[in-house]
């Protein structure tokens, strides 16, 4: 029975030491690598997320440039549609501004007053929005000056034969306005 405690005693003992060469081998499984191929790995491994991190970036510009050429294809769509449009809208607006006062008090004017209020509503909806010039600075961005007319103060808006409209952030079409110019009288 000693011999046998001996024995177990021996087992538990070997269980509890350690061979140190062995550990530091499972802890660094580089160490029998030459430290060429360590580096060599590591060098392959950085190259690897080089590219990796190129490619990612590569196909996040691809998705931008396909949002914004889908953007840009969208407003120029919508740009011919618009631009057919705007002159009918233009016509009502010179029909409402040179009917004689004794004419709109009729059905016919009320239904084109309608018309235009609810054709503004549509193409709001559609992003599109309209501008008033009148008595505003002259802005080149804007405006394309028609003609100039005597007036007291100088790059005043005085008319406009057109409205400026603006689709989403970009001008569809420059408001076309008449200008005053300085003068004496």
Do not use: C
């Not at 081998?25 to 080089?50: A, C, F, M, R, V």
């Not at 809208?89 to 018309?115: C, H, S, V, Y």
């Not at 002259?138 to 008319?159: G, R, S």
Request: hydrophobic share 40%; no cysteine.
């Amino acid at each position: 029975m000693e011999e046998m405690e001996e024995e177990i005693e021996d087992i538990e003992d070997e269980e509890w030491n350690i061979d140190e060469d062995k550990l530091e081998d499972e802890l660094d499984p580089h160490d029998d690598l030459e430290e060429d191929e360590i580096q060599s790995d590591n060098s392959e491994e950085d190259k690897t997320q080089d590219i990796l991190a190129r490619t990612l970036a590569d196909f996040e510009n691809f998705k931008k440039r396909v949002e914004r050429d889908k953007q840009d294809m969208i407003f120029f769509l919508k740009q011919d549609i618009f631009k057919k449009i705007l002159p009918r809208i233009d016509d009502l607006e010179r029909i409402i501004k040179n009917t004689p006062e004794d004419m709109q008090n009729g059905a016919l004017f009320e239904w084109i007053l309608a018309m235009k209020i609810k054709l503004k509503q549509d193409l709001e909806t559609l992003w599109l929005k309209g501008f008033d010039s009148v008595w505003e600075l002259v802005d080149h961005n804007k405006h394309d000056v028609m003609t100039t007319v005597p007036w007291k103060e100088e790059w005043v808006i005085i008319d406009e034969f057109e409205r400026w409209y603006i689709l989403w952030d970009r001008i569809l079409r420059h408001a076309k306005v008449v200008v005053g110019a300085w003068s004496d009288g």
